[in-house]
Nanobody, 126 residues
Framework: QVQLVESGGGSVQAGGSLRLSCAAS??????MGWFRQPPGKEREGVAT???????YYASSVKGRFTLSQDNAKNTLYLQMNSLKPEDTAMYYC??????????????????????WGQGTQVTVSS
């Protein structure tokens, strides 16, 4: 089991930036990523990195968000720039355990991730 702890959420005005962090501990994972859940809506994939380094982004955040990882610190980051009010959501870090990775056809599917963090709130005001 992987334990995931998110941090870095907060409230910003539109156009601002935030960086989310996800500290991971436990067993190795084949891919990790970020999901978000706006109020009253379903959880959606934001970005994921596979074990081979391939990164997938949702079209709504491509060019504004950047996913990166520090393997030495076992930490995943999500740099969010040019934030919009529609980015307001609870953001969750997720991990898929070793043995199977993520690909373009499945990375957005929450069910393939076995471990989840507790979430961190991001609120963007206009």
């Amino acid at each position: 089991q992987v334990q995931l702890v998110e941090s870095g959420g907060g409230s910003v005005q539109a156009g601002g930036s935030l960086r989310l962090s996800c500290a991971a501990s436990g067993y190795s994972r084949s891919c990790m990523g970020w999901f978000r859940q706006p109020p009253g809506k379903e959880r959606e994939g934001v970005a994921t990195i596979d074990r081979d380094g391939t990164i997938y982004y949702a079209s709504s955040v491509k060019g504004r968000f950047t996913l990166s990882q520090d393997n030495a610190k076992n930490t995943l980051y999500l740099q969010m720039n040019s934030l919009k009010p529609e980015d307001t959501a609870m953001y969750y870090c997720a991990a898929r355990l070793a043995g199977s990775g993520c690909a373009w056809w499945n990375w957005r599917t929450p069910a393939i991730y076995q471990d989840w963090g507790q979430g961190t709130q991001v609120t963007v005001s206009s």
